[in-house]
Nanobody
Framework: QVQLVESGGGLVQVGDSLRLSCAVS????????MGWFRQAPGKEREFVAA????????IYANSVAGRFIISRDNAANMVWLQMNSLKREDTAVYYC?????????????????????WGQGTQVTVSS
């Protein structure tokens, strides 16, 4: 059974940094496409970043490119999301997700339906 557990969320100020972690069990992150999504109140869950299993380049939403970095620790079987220069609009619940498919082309990682395992989410609140 696949389990994803996020942690690291909290209340920060505009311009601060935060690192989210996702502990994965039941699946090996080195061979699994991993992603981060977020959902703000009253909005749809949206793609943030992805790390393809194929070793292809990291993928980012335009809104976070240049500020966020997704990475993984194969030994610890964890995925990280380093968030820098946080803005108020980054406030959301952040979810870690694991893809159940292999050989995905990069454009597919934006889609929620290619992920078949999700964490419970961690709240990030950015205040001014």
């Amino acid at each position: 059974q696949v389990q994803l557990v996020e942690s690291g969320g909290g209340l920060v100020q505009v311009g601060d940094s935060l690192r989210l972690s996702c502990a994965v069990s039941g699946r090996t992150v080195s061979t699994t496409g991993m992603g981060w999504f977020r959902q703000a109140p009253g909005k749809e869950r949206e793609f943030v970043a992805a790390l393809p299993s194929s070793g292809a380049s990291r993928i980012y939403a335009n809104s976070v490119a240049g500020r966020f970095i997704i990475s993984r620790d194969n030994a610890a079987n964890m995925v990280w999301l380093q968030m820098n220069s946080l803005k108020r609009e980054d406030t959301a619940v952040y979810y870690c997700a694991a893809s159940g498919s292999r050989g995905l082309t990069p454009n597919l990682y934006y889609r929620r339906d290619v992920y078949n395992a999700w964490g419970q989410g961690t709240q990030v609140t950015v205040s001014s």
